[in-house]
């Protein structure tokens, strides 16, 4: 698994801004665009931008904290 598979990451409709945000609250607020599914690619290469990013500076990664949901059986 990628170091990025482990932050939880996710596409919402901002009715406030007519847009989609891609958030992943762990490493970034978040981006906006037009189109969910090209979005949650660009949302995913942002994630990994910002891991490269911690990685080449020496930072140690923030511990992933927003969990999915579980399904309940």
């Known amino acids: 698994m990628r ?3 482990h932050y939880h ?3 919402e409709w901002s009715e406030e ?3 989609y945000i ?3 609250p762990d490493l970034i607020t978040g981006i906006h665009g037009d189109d969910p599914i090209k979005l949650y690619g660009e949302l995913y290469d942002v994630i990994e931008e ?3 990013h911690f990685e080449s500076e020496g930072r140690t990664l ?3 904290s927003i969990l999915p ?3 309940v059986a």
């Open 3 to 5: 170091v990025q598979d």
């Open 9 to 11: 990451k996710w596409i």
């Open 22 to 24: 891609g958030k992943c």
């Open 17 to 19: 801004d007519q847009t």
């Open 62 to 64: 923030p511990v992933p």
């Open 69 to 71: 949901m579980k399904k």
């Open 50 to 52: 910002v891991i490269q």
